[in-house]
C-alpha cells in the first residue's frame, strides 16, 4: 500500500516543518536527503537518501510513496531546480503516479528574478507531467527578510529596496498548509498564500532595528534593472495580504534561529 509521505528537502527549513507535523498526525514520513542522518532528524520519520540533481536513489526512495511534498530547492543556478524537479518527476511517474504537492513563490509566472522562473519552469513541468498534483504558491519566508536585513544592518547605513513591499509569511504556517494540501486529493493549482501584512522594506527594516536594538539609519535605494523594477512593481505580491498567521514583528521578538541554506543566500532580496 502507498501510503508514505515523501519529503524532498527534508532537513531544510519548510520541510523539517513539513516533517515534524506529518509525524504529528501519525503520517508515515520519509525524509528525502541527499546525506544520510546525523541523529538531529525526527525520530518518527523513516530516511532516504538520494541525490535529485542526477536522479540516483529516487527509484527506491519513492518505493511505496503515495504522496510527495516538494520542498528541496537550489539557487545557485536557475538550472538546478528545474533539474531536481524533471528527475524527481520521471521518478515518480516510474513509482506509479504519486500526489505531488509543489511548494513555489507567487508571482513566479511574473518576476524576471532567474530563481523564480525556475520555479515556473518547475511548475510547468509538473502541470503537463501527468501525474496528479497540488501546487501551493508562498509569499517570501520570515527568514529571508531577517537574513538580508540583518546582513544589511551591518554596515552604518541600513540599505532596502526604495518603493518595494513584502508579504513574507511564517513558515511553519506554509508547512501547515503544505501538510493539509499532502493528506486531501490533488487540487491542481490552489489559491496563494501570503502573510498577515503587506510593508515597505523600509518599514521592515525599522521593525528588525527596533526589536535587535541597533540604531541605524534606513536608506531606500532606487536601484537600476528588471529586477528591481518588478520588485516596486509588485510582480511577488498577491492581491492582498491574508490575516491569521505570525507577523514579521512577532517572529523577530521570538528571537528566531533563522535557517537560511548557503545556497539560498545569493537570493535573498
Known sequence: MNDTILVTGGTGNLGS?????????????????????????????????????????????LDGVGTVVHCATDGRTRHGDVAATRNLLDAAGRAGGPHIVYVSIIGVD????????????SERLLESSGLPYTILRAAQFHEMLHFALSRAARLPVVPVLAGTCFQSVDTAHV??????????VPRG????????????????????????????????VLLPGRVPRAYREGLHLASAPLPGSRTFEDFLATGPAVRVPAAARKRAP
Open 17 to 61: 516543518h513539513v516533517v515534524t507535523r506529518l509525524a504529528r498526525q501519525d503520517c508515515r514520513v520519509r525524509v528525502l536527503s541527499r546525506r544520510p542522518p546525523t541523529g538531529q532528524g525526527s525520530p518518527a520519520a523513516e530516511w532516504s537518501t538520494a541525490d535529485l540533481a542526477i536522479g540516483d536513489g529516487l527509484d527506491a526512495a
Open 110 to 121: 511574473r518576476h524576471p528574478l532567474p530563481y523564480y522562473r525556475a520555479k515556473y519552469d
Open 175 to 184: 508547512a501547515s498548509r503544505a501538510v493539509d494540501l499532502a493528506v486531501g
Open 189 to 220: 493549482r490552489v489559491a496563494d498564500l501570503p502573510g498577515p501584512q503587506t510593508l515597505t522594506m523600509s518599514a521592515l527594516a525599522r521593525a528588525y532595528l527596533r526589536v535587535s536594538g541597533a540604531r541605524r539609519p534606513v536608506l531606500p
